[in-house]
């Protein structure tokens, strides 16, 4: 098993703070305490990594930003919001994409560590959580946004997406919709909009049928082929729940494609309200995540990390609200 400096802490009986504050010589540790760590860290044959100790040794107010992509306006949006606060706050920020792609997930986080950031915003899709519990573990202050991952200790902002996906389902059935398809995105965040849209069914007596769910990738090309799909069945959905406005957006190039008139003939729901939901003809119905204060919160947690202040890791669960526009209607 590999020694980290979590195994440090354990051993000592300490906090990880507390042996990242021996390792690098900052704070006011007593005699006695610093002894047991460096008696564990000693016990434990464990060797500081150079690199991310230097992290809490010297600052460089320049922060990390792992997202999927930054062309998604909804990773655009968040991208500026934790950008805003940083500047407020005197941080600066490097973004990098990793196009969900674990090889770009792995190159970035060590150029983020080779370059001595302060801390790191880890967004949404992030598949190798191996290397960021390795970030954690060396004591590299590191916050999640826009997803959970419950097997690590870190400190999270997300929405509510499983209430989102409520919203969506239950009012399209207020429509007198009850042949919904969906369209998702195979990642942690749709997983609770999916599981809420087939609860929603089922609350509502209605058949959970496998040609109406599609998993694909967030872009408005996967979004128009899934919908071609959908709308090419004997027995059609009358509505579909894009689990993002990218997807919603394909779904309405199909819809008029195939001589549909909106939303008389199919009402669609997208998620997030980022600024494509307003440029889309007709105006799109979606569940509005509030990106500028998670952007806002996930930068303030990082900065308390980063100066050691709060001594519990966080879980900010927001919650999503519909925005009613003109992309659906009573069937």
């Not at 922060?63 to 606060?85: C, H, K, Q, T």
């Not at 560590?113 to 290397?131: C, K, N, P």
């Not at 399209?172 to 809420?196: F, W, Y």
């Amino acid at each position: 098993m590999k020694i980290t400096i979590r195994s440090v802490a354990q051993e000592a009986g300490v906090s990880i703070a507390t042996v990242s504050k021996v390792i690098n010589h900052t704070g006011k540790i007593s005699e006695k305490t610093k002894k047991k760590v460096l008696v564990a860290m000693e016990k434990l044959n464990y060797k500081p990594d150079a690199a991310a100790a230097s992290l809490r040794g010297k600052r460089t107010k320049l922060i990390g930003l792992l997202v999927p992509d930054v062309s998604n306006p909804f990773y655009s949006e968040i991208a500026r919001s934790i950008e805003d606060r940083s500047h407020e706050l005197g941080l600066n920020v490097m973004m990098c994409n990793t196009d969900n792609e674990v090889k770009k997930e792995k190159t970035y986080l060590s150029l983020l560590t080779s370059q001595r950031v302060d801390g790191v915003v880890v967004a949404s899709a992030f598949r190798s959580t191996h290397l960021l519990e390795e970030m954690i573990n060396k004591g590299v202050p590191s916050v999640l946004i826009a997803s959970e991952i419950p097997s690590l200790s870190i400190n999270t902002v997300t929405v509510d997406d499983y209430k989102g996906g409520y919203l969506a389902t239950s009012y399209l059935l207020s429509l007198g919709h009850n042949k919904i398809g969906i369209i998702s995105e195979d990642v942690r965040s749709n997983t609770p909009r999916l599981a809420a849209y087939k609860d929603t069914m089922q609350e509502a007596k209605l058949p959970i049928r496998d040609e109406y769910i599609i998993k694909t990738e967030a872009t408005i090309q996967k979004g128009y082929e899934s919908a071609k799909q959908l709308l090419s069945l004997d027995d059609k959905p009358t509505a579909i729940f894009a689990c993002n406005d990218l997807l919603a957006a394909g779904v309405i190039q199909a819809a008029k494609e195939a001589k549909l008139n909106l939303p008389e003939d199919l009402s669609i729901v997208g998620f997030d309200n980022t600024v494509l939901s307003t440029t889309t003809s007709p105006m799109l119905t979606t569940v509005s995540q509030p990106m500028k204060e998670m952007g806002a919160k996930v930068v303030d947690l990082l900065l308390q990390e980063m100066e050691e202040s709060k001594p519990h890791k966080e879980r900010l669960l927001l919650s999503p609200e519909l925005v009613i526009r003109q992309s659906t209607a009573y069937l």
